[in-house]
């Protein structure tokens, strides 16, 4: 039991953190309960899946600053084909939307050896206009089960909807690869690339496969949107920096090949839950998004010396 | 690890600790404000206005201020946020009419007031206090045409497409037209409510040469007077808002003629007078309330006199003139400049 705490310190510590907000929300707020957790795993909703998909990509050993734009265009394109057309079969047109978008990432990165960062610079562009070109203006409609699926809670009050929806669409999209060889091949080509393509590592298609996760992802992030607000809104959310916010916080390795999902995805919550109590305290708006930097970096560098502190003992 | 948690801990006693300038609210409403445009001029006065009533309301205790820059499912985060910090009342400025019903329903089912300023909500049972937009482009409209003689012809400088404030005054313009028939609309343009955008497009109009004896603007105003001034074009009647910007030009630009139509940002102001209103059981008979404009031009002594009046230079260049709304908010110029709300929040 110790040793996989041990294996695990970081997401270990961030669940320890995310227990203590709780506690902490409780005691400022104390009729916090069902209904604010609700609330919570919903607001996390779009945080969450920005924050799985660049997880993937961070890992392999590249960056994607077009989730937010990839996120709009999935979010009209819910909307507007929801409006015309039964629910399922617009779901899945896109999912497969964000993965062909996932997967140009990807393939430019590759073919044409621009760096991640100026291709997916460019890309954010281009997806935004796309989402303009859908929806020039907010509109469309989601479907009523898709807005039902995230509200109210699973089972026993307390474990919300959106809670459980985050966890199986990240699973049954990240699991069965991670397992995979696959799995395997994204976490070596993050770690060297070199070293990887010389063991038999197939390092294009690797990373092409790892953008087009990322481009899934990123359509259950559009998906959750169209879902909240019952529209499609063509303009990308704040999600690209809150993602690599939430990536470092949990504990991935911007160089890539380290890390997990699991971490990035506690963090999302951390963030929210300090939104939460900055909000229930009545901080002054101006001062919020500080508190919120300093809370970050802190976290961040006190969990680093506590580890180097460990690898020392 | 140890240290993780132990920084766990003192964030946790330095939270806490805020939570004692809740304690001392007594018999008071608390409010929650929500909005999600930063660093706006008329947004930022929208923002003073709500602190600065909530300060002269009795009533008010405390207020929650969310302000930042977000999208719709932001604002529902901050809404939802606001109903477990346990506000009386939400007034916000909403993001989208359709998007927030959700939370909003959830406040209203806890008997919290809804009050959406700027813009409406289709959330039933929500109040909506705005400006009067279409009364906004029929009074500037109307005096326009007025101005040069009841016929000639017009450059119509609209905001964006499809957005609610832009139909109403599109529909407001309309009327007015529809009252003057020897009026022509010889250019219609979106300016994107742009500084940049609409000065630009002033410019390629006056190039192509084509002659015309006025212009409407949707509050992108006095980019174009720059525009006529830079080109050497000679200076045709233009209605403008009343941005500090534009309201400077009415007094100083030479062989301007010039109307200025009021837009206060500090409706948000009125919306924290009418959520107490509410509150306190005296709520409208009607949910949707509208705050008519008024038009300040600078041909007639009184209007010129209106004019001088309304400037300050202590105020925000970026902010409307019209820092009150009459009959609504009780604050004083130096209260909405000092941004206080109660409670030194």
């Known amino acids: 039991m110790s040793d996989v705490i041990r294996k695990n310190a970081w997401v270990a510590g961030l669940v320890a953190l995310l227990a203590v907000l709780l506690v902490v929300t409780k005691l400022i707020q104390p009729t916090f309960g069902v209904s604010g957790l609700e609330s919570i795993a919903r607001a996390a909703l779009p945080f969450a899946f920005a924050t799985a998909g660049m997880a993937v990509v961070v890992i392999v050993g590249g960056i994607d600053l077009s989730v937010a734009s990839m996120m709009a265009v999935c979010a009209v394109a819910a909307a507007v084909l929801m409006e015309r057309m039964a629910g399922v079969p617009a779901l899945l047109i896109v999912l497969a939307l964000g993965l062909v978008m996932g997967f140009l990432n990807g393939a430019l990165i590759v073919l044409t050896r621009v760096p991640d960062i100026v291709v997916t610079l460019a890309m954010l562009f281009v997806w935004e206009g796309v989402a303009l070109l859908i929806l020039e203006t907010p509109g469309g409609a989601a479907s009523d089960w898709l807005e039902q699926s995230i509200r109210g809670s699973f089972l026993v009050p307390g474990i919300p909807n959106a809670l459980v929806v985050t966890i199986i669409c990240v699973a049954v999209v990240w699991l069965p690869i991670r397992r995979s060889k696959l799995g395997l091949s994204i976490y070596a080509t993050g770690s060297d690339e070199l070293a990887a393509f010389r063991s038999g590592v197939a390092i294009g298609p690797t990373k092409i496969l790892a953008y087009s996760l990322c481009g899934v992802l990123c359509a259950f992030g559009g998906l959750s949107l169209a879902a909240l607000t019952g529209i499609g809104e063509p303009v990308p959310g704040p999600y690209l920096l809150a993602s690599v916010a939430a990536v470092v916080l949990g504990g991935v390795v911007l160089g890539g090949g380290r890390g997990s999902l699991l971490g990035p995805l506690i963090a999302v919550y951390i963030l929210r839950i300090i939104r939460t109590i900055l909000t229930l305290l009545a901080f002054d708006p101006n001062v919020t998004t500080i508190i919120e930097g300093v809370i970050m970096v802190g976290v961040v560098m006190l969990g680093t010396a506590a580890m180097m502190r460990g690898a020392q003992q | ?345």
């Not at chain 2, 939570?19 to 006065?45: L, P």
């Not at chain 2, 901050?78 to 019903?101: H, K």
């Not at chain 2, 301007?256 to 009125?270: F, I």
Request: hydrophobic content about 45%.
């Open chain 2, 1 to 345: 690890m140890k240290k993780l948690l132990l920084g766990a801990t003192a964030l946790a006693v330095a939270t806490s600790m805020g939570t004692v300038s809740f304690a001392d609210a007594h018999k008071s409403y608390t409010i929650g404000i929500s909005n999600t445009v930063q660093g706006n001029g008329w947004r930022e006065q929208m923002i003073c206005a709500m602190r600065a009533q909530a300060l002269v309301e009795g009533d008010v205790g405390n207020i929650i201020v969310a302000h930042r820059n977000t999208d719709s499912a932001g604002q529902l985060e901050d809404l939802n946020n606001l109903i477990e910090a346990g506000v009386d009342a939400i007034v916000l400025n909403p993001s989208n009419p359709d998007a927030l019903n959700s939370a909003l329903e959830a406040a209203m089912a806890q008997d919290i007031v809804v009050v959406a300023v700027d813009a409406g909500v289709t959330a039933e049972g929500a109040y909506i206090l705005s400006n009067n937009q279409e009364e906004y482009a029929y009074l500037g409209a109307r005096w326009l045409f007025e101005q040069v003689g009841g016929s000639g012809d017009i450059v119509y400088m609209r905001g964006i497409a499809g957005v609610s404030a832009d139909t109403d005054r599109d529909n407001g313009f309309k009327r007015a037209l529809a009252e003057f028939p020897d009026i022509n609309v010889v250019h219609e343009v979106f300016t994107g409510w742009q500084q940049d955008q609409g000065k630009q497009q002033m410019f390629d109009f006056l190039a192509t040469g084509i002659p015309f004896d006025g212009v409407w603007t949707s509050g992108i105003d006095n980019v174009i007077v720059d525009a006529f001034v830079e080109s050497g074009a000679p200076l045709v009647p233009i209605v403008g808002a009343d941005n500090a910007g534009f309201v400077q030009y009415l007094t100083e630009v030479n062989g301007l003629v010039g109307a200025a139509v009021t837009n206060p940002g500090s409706v948000g102001g009125a919306g924290i007078a009418l959520a107490v209103d509410i509150l306190n059981g005296e709520a409208p008979a009607n949910t949707t309330v509208l705050v008519d404009p008024v038009l300040w031009e600078n041909g007639t002594d009184a209007g010129r006199a209106t004019i001088m009046a309304a400037q300050n230079p202590n105020l925000d260049p970026e902010w409307p003139v019209s820092v009150t709304v009459p009959g609504w908010t009780d604050y004083t110029m130096e209260q909405i400049i000092a941004c206080e709300g109660p409670g030194g929040s």
